[in-house]
């Protein structure tokens, strides 16, 4: 789980552990990488992720959400990137509902708040990962 990822990445992170994924947080890569000398910006290259994989890490997660004025996250975007082969396993775009005015009862019934996003999200990466 890549740190900075703010609380839609903790979340969806919480949610794929739910579903019997092993999950690293985001406090122990930071520890992981500040270890094994890797900055944020040399963990997505190949020697970045090669040296993960020499840790015993599988998949390097991803998530950058956007968010709005009620609090809500807008949209996001999560990657699960192989450390094996440098490849995308499974890559998920998500953009939350709207209907009407923004604050208004139709707009907030439409909007979904960090746990469903993160619901969402995770249900789609899990669905788009090898073998479901």
């Known amino acids: 789980m890549a740190p900075g990822g703010g ?6 992170a919480v949610e794929l552990s739910n579903r019997g994924y092993m999950v690293i ?6 520890n992981l990488m500040v270890r094994i000398n890797l900055s944020e910006v040399e963990v997505a290259r190949p020697e970045g992720l090669m040296k ?5 890490v599988d998949a390097y997660l991803t998530v950058r959400a956007a968010g ?3 609090n809500r996250p807008d949209s996001a ?3 699960l990137v192989s450390t094996h082969n440098n490849r995308l396993i499974a890559g998920v775009s998500w953009q939350n509902g709207w209907g009407g005015m923004e604050g208004s009862v139709a707009d ?11 619901i969402e999200i995770a249900e789609a990466l899990g669905k788009s990962m090898p073998g479901n």
Do not use: F, I
Not at 7 to 12: H, I, T
Not at 25 to 30: E, F, G, K, Q, V
Not at 108 to 118: D, F, H, N, V
């Open 68 to 70: 709005s004025g009620d």
């Open 25 to 30: 947080d985001p406090a122990a890569t930071s």
């Open 52 to 56: 993960l994989k020499d840790q015993g």
């Open 108 to 118: 907030r019934t439409m909007r979904k708040g960090l746990s469903e996003a993160a």
């Open 77 to 79: 975007s999560a990657r």
């Open 7 to 12: 609380l839609l990445a903790d979340a969806v």
